[in-house]
Antibody, heavy 119, light 107 residues
Framework: QVQLVQSGAEVKKPGASVKVSCKASGYTFTSYDINWVRQATGQGLEWMGWMNPNSGNTGYAQKFQGRVTMTRNTSISTAYMELSSLRSEDTAVYYC????????????WGQGTLVTVSS | VIWMTQSPSLLSASTGDRVTISCRMSQGISSYLAWYQQKPGKAPELLIYAASTLQSGVPSRFSGSGSGTDFTLTISCLQSEDFATYYCQQYYSFPRTFGQGTKVEIK
């Protein structure tokens, strides 16, 4: 069965960087795009960007341009999202999310990784 | 950027009710719309894609309709496990965008 297993919770200071991993299993990792979506406590879903694990091509929401980097290691079927220059507003649960068979909706989600930014 | 207006933001209903949630786009997106359900502390789950295609395993009481700019999610007979927050998402263009969410609560 398809699974996306994310790394554990992180606590970071303002100005630091965080790198969240997302290990895929149960399917061919390079065949489906990975999206990253975040959700602040009590708030809605916010799309951050996408990555094609086969080519490494990426696309980021303008809000995160210059601060976010999405990469992958195909040998271990793992995607990464690194966010730099963290501020308190970046405190949120970060999800990796696999694109579907018939379009770029999300059919499988990771369990989420809580990133807390606090001095 | 495609802006989405999801309504209502809060819906109070009883078990057995028929409920509808609306999602309106700032421009046409053909049928590139998905609906998700999210329960507290959990990741969202896909209900519907391509505006009206039910994801495998999703109960048939859920249905989606619409194309272009106006879309609807309908739950025909609300069950206790359906009390949750629902989001629409367009995947027609970048950046992908989500609606603000509709919380369905017990009346």
């Amino acid at each position: 069965q398809v699974q996306l297993v994310q790394s554990g919770a992180e606590v970071k200071k303002p100005g630091a960087s965080v790198k969240v991993s997302c290990k895929a299993s149960g399917y061919t990792f390079t065949s489906y795009d990975i999206n990253w979506v975040r959700q602040a406590t009590g708030q809605g879903l916010e799309w951050m960007g996408w990555m094609n694990p086969n080519s490494g091509n990426t696309g980021y929401a303008q809000k995160f341009q210059g601060r976010v980097t999405m990469t992958r290691n195909t040998s271990i079927s793992t995607a990464y999202m690194e966010l730099s220059s963290l501020r308190s507003e970046d405190t949120a649960v970060y999800y990796c999310a696999r694109a579907g068979d018939y379009g770029d909706y999300v059919d499988y989600w990771g369990q989420g990784t809580l990133v807390t930014v606090s001095s | 950027v495609i802006w989405m207006t999801q309504s209502p933001s809060l819906l109070s209903a009883s078990t057995g009710d028929r409920v509808t949630i609306s999602c309106r786009m700032s421009q046409g997106i053909s049928s590139y719309l998905a609906w998700y359900q999210q329960k507290p502390g959990k990741a969202p789950e896909l209900l519907i894609y391509a505006a009206s295609t039910l994801q495998s395993g999703v109960p048939s009481r859920f249905s989606g309709s619409g194309s272009g700019t106006d879309f609807t999610l309908t739950i025909s007979c609300l069950q206790s496990e359906d009390f949750a927050t629902y989001y629409c998402q367009q995947y027609y263009s970048f950046p992908r965008t989500f609606g603000q969410g509709t919380k369905v609560e017990i009346k």
